[in-house]
């Protein structure tokens, strides 16, 4: 679980720290139609290029991205490999029956891989400057519009925002009920399959319990403090747009005008 | 059975975030059959001189000795295995580890892991239950219809099940009521004398250590800065000060009787029995 | 407005209908403005389940609670929850706020406060609590003694009359402990707070102004702590009243009647 990258906030100063979460989140998420506008080398090199540049803006080293595009690298693989094998055209270098391998295919493969990892590479420049709860202001400020549907999207976030508080919490009781059992001679990592299932009963039965206890006592507080479900609610958390928020949203328009000029016309690889 | 630290670094990782050195070049012997407190400042380092006793924290540099057991950053996988059967520990709210659908169940999970058969280990849950004050008949019971101080006392049968040589205790008495923290304080402490334990017990209240420590251990960032009995301790008042300890209740306020009356009691008092014999010793009272 | 800002007149409260078992049983006490007022009793006195009819979590079976002369009803809990306050045992599971700041916020938000309002309230709250260098700060990354300090300014920013505690000095150290007994005795006195504490720390009642001894659900004792602790029955007393009787047991002469500490260092050193 330590492990995972996507989705860690790194505390830090950088100028994409103090971009506005509403601004981020929206960088990111254009930045995933931008790729599709890609179809050539040299507009991938452009999208590299951006790539590389919020990395260093982030100053989270590059060794940290890496290790979070491992988890998922075999995913990736088999999506490219699968590419490979079966896109046609272009000089043919392997040929048996259905399975070709071709210039085409490992040319669309090595796009298909880019935009793998630069969708990690981009989403974890996103999540890595940004704190959890700013995020959750930002899905709550972007959602509001579906409010008119009828959909409880103040309720949503708050959900949201007591999770991520729970988060560590959680986590930290999970080591001690660990600690706990080891003491009392329990090896976690050893033995068979079935074995090691029966390892988490000791630990997810305790967990549980508490996780009932902390919700019934959070409820009560919420209820003594004045929280009441379908009232209005004023918010202290502020989102404030500067200069540097448009700014980023103009850069991101930029890019995929950059994008139009320099990709091929009429010309697709899928 | 003796505990020997020659030299222990150790480091603690959460999560991405490394704390380096919590344990700085710690060199200790915790003689066989005694009974120290460990205190100090919250993050001196306490939990995890504790935590090193049975390898839920491994030495990255030095060596830990549990009688014959010597647990190095080498041989840890192998070592530590052998030092669990030897120490047992009561952790904060040692409650919230239980699990089984009974009593019985959940006292002989220790003992089962280390390979005690099961007649043998019901045997020693029927004993352990009856030995910390419970009726036979809450053995049949899930633990979790049990009351906050019922189960405080299973989770302690749990680890006493386990026959530990070592006893490690982490503030057992917390969050209980006076009385309550009496009762438990009380009864590790018989079992201790009982088994020729040897215990180590870290808490923030000084009246625990002059109640039942022979011994204590004072940590501040790192390092055991001091070791030897409590008297000695909580007569070095500056030093008290500036480790962040308190005076026991009894000290307290003999410091406030000698200064006010411009006396000197016979001896240091660390007890309300102490003090009293000591009042009327010197005639104020 | 009456002197009394608690009344509470005949309550009885059980868990369960089926049982006869009342785990509050015809209560009644009076608590005057600016009182400290310490509720003392075994586990299983109903020393809880009284906290929580006191802020409206349940509500009694019969009988009546008034808070500053409002009987406290279904329909008036929520106007009254901004002159009543809970701090919790376990202050980990009162914390909403991801931050120091956002959590004071917290009931304030509930209110639907403007922002600015919200802002001066919450720096006075902080900085009555000695915590404005803590406002950035996880709540759970705070001492014992720190949380509870945060959970108290989460109340003033209400600007409340009474705060209820509900043995919330449990997880503290002795240390911590004193210190936060005297910033609430000091918050009491400069703004006329009153405060019920639940406790069964015979040192801490000791402090109050009066002391309420529950019994099964019943008042078996009230007043000064001078008359509840002389009595020869009682086992669970402060420091000082033990060594007292112990010097009486060994042939003292020391008056056999209940002293403070002050008053017992003074007869020592007559």
Known sequence: MNKLILGRYFPGGSLLHRIDPRAKLLAGISFIFILFIANNWITYLVLWLFTFTMMKLSGVSIRIYLRGVRPLIWLILFTVSLQVLFTAGGEIYIDWGPITISSFGLINGLYIFSRFTMIIFVSTVVTLTTKPIDLTDAINYLLQPLKRLKLPVDEISLMLAIALRFIPIILDETQKVMDAQRARGTVFGEGSLPQQIKKIVPIFVPLFVSSLGRAEDMANAMEVRGYQSNNPRSSFRRLQWQKTDIAALFAMVLLAVILFILRTEGHHFH | ?285 | MSMHCIKVENVTFHYNLQKQEHTIADLSFTARRGEWLAVVGHNGSGKSTLASLLVGLRMPSSGRIYINDIELKEETKWELRNQIGLVFQNPENQFIGTTVKDDVAFALENQNMPYDEMKQRVDRALAMVSMTDYADYDPSRLSGGQKQRVAIAGLLALHPDIIVLDEAMVMLDPKSRRGFMSLLDELRKQHQLTIISITHDMNEAAAADRILVLKKGKVMEIGKPGQIFQREERLDVPFIEALRRKLKKQGSTIPDKYMTEDEMVWWLCR
């Open chain 2, 1 to 285: 059975m003796q505990i020997n630290l020659q030299q222990v670094t150790a480091d603690y990782q959460a999560g991405p975030i490394r704390s380096p050195e919590i344990l700085k070049s710690i060199s200790t012997t915790i003689k066989s059959g005694s009974f120290t407190a460990v205190v100090g400042k919250t993050g001196s380092g306490k939990s995890s001189l504790l935590k090193l006793m049975n390898g839920l924290l491994v030495p990255v540099k030095g060596q830990v000795s549990i009688g014959e057991i010597m647990i190095t950053s080498e041989n840890a996988k192998q070592s530590v295995k052998e030092a669990r059967r030897k120490v047992g520990m009561v952790f904060q709210f040692p409650e919230s580890q239980l699990f089984a659908e009974t009593v019985e169940k959940d006292i002989m999970f220790g003992p089962m892991n280390f390979g005690v058969p099961k007649a043998e280990a019901k045997e020693i849950a029927l004993e352990v239950i009856e030995r910390v004050g419970l009726d036979a008949t809450i053995l049949s019971k899930s633990p979790f219809a049990l009351s906050g101080g019922q189960k405080r006392y299973v989770a302690m049968a749990g680890i006493l099940a386990m026959r530990p040589d070592i006893l490690v205790l982490d503030e057992p008495g917390a969050g209980l009521d006076p009385k309550g923290k009496k009762e438990v304080m009380d009864l590790l402490h018989a079992w201790h004398k009982e088994r020729g334990l040897t215990t180590l017990l870290v808490t923030h209240d000084m009246d625990d250590v002059a109640l039942y420590a022979d011994e204590v251990i004072v940590m501040d960032e790192g390092r055991i800065v001091f070791q030897d009995e409590p008297e000695r301790l909580f007569s070095e008042m500056t030093a008290i000060h500036q480790w962040g300890l308190e005076l026991p209740q009894a000290r307290k306020l003999q410091i406030r009787i000698e200064q006010e009356a411009n006396v000197r009691l016979p001896r240091i008092c660390l007890t309300l029995d102490k003090l009293a014999d000591a009042l009327i010793e010197a005639g104020l009272a």
